[in-house]
């Protein structure tokens, strides 16, 4: 009886492979122990690797099933320290139905109304935006075509980088407001930089 596993040529009555100790199926002793055997092919650390890529271990000898009478079988190794978690973590599979899914980013501009105009608001989402003249106020050529500035959610918050040419774009501050150095402060139709 052939070896489903490795290829070997078994006895008929041979419940497991003599050579992998795997199960055989359809043994003539199905109930019976098979005897134990002393050869080193029936060691179970034993691997069938061929000499080619080519070669099938259906076709070849049982003699010297492993080819050149080499011995592969793996060094004995002792089993890795099983892994602990860290300390304040959990050692356990995440149940993705309970995780609590962070909301989208996404921006709302309103555009503020000249006399005679209403309140205009802007969907803008992602990350990370843009503001240019197309998505912003078509048609104003005091914003830039190119990108004006650039918004970017990070860590809960908003960040804005003006990247017009000119450095035309100002921030109205609604409350107190750190300052760095480089900053332009716009008082009157007058700019001014920190230093």
């Known amino acids: ?30 109930g019976a122990t098979p005897p134990p055997s002393s050869s080193p092919s029936a060691d179970p650390a034993r691997t069938m690797k061929g000499d080619l890529p080519s070669s099938d271990a259906w076709d070849r000898d049982n003699a010297d099933p492993l080819g050149a009478g080499d011995d592969r079988r ?36 309103v555009r503020l109304p000249r006399e005679g105009e209403e309140e205009q608001t802007i969907e803008l989402p992602g990350e990370s935006v843009s503001l240019e003249r197309d998505n912003v106020d078509p048609g104003n050529m005091t914003i830039t075509s190119k990108g004006q500035a650039l918004l970017e959610h990070e860590n809960g918050s908003w960040y804005i980088t003006d990247t017009s040419a000119l450095r035309t774009t100002y921030v109205r501050v609604a409350e107190r407001t750190k300052l760095s150095s480089g900053d332009v402060i716009l008082l009157g139709d007058r700019a001014f930089r920190l230093e």
């Open 1 to 30: 009886m052939r070896c489903n596993n490795c290829g070997y040529t078994n006895t008929p009555t041979a419940l497991r492979c003599d050579r992998c100790n795997y199960p055989l199926g359809g043994s003539l002793n199905a």
């Open 74 to 109: 793996a060094p004995a190794q002792a089993p890795p320290p099983p892994r602990k978690a860290a300390p304040g973590k959990f050692d356990r599979t995440i149940d993705p139905s309970r995780t609590p899914v962070a909301a989208a980013a996404g921006l709302r501009l």
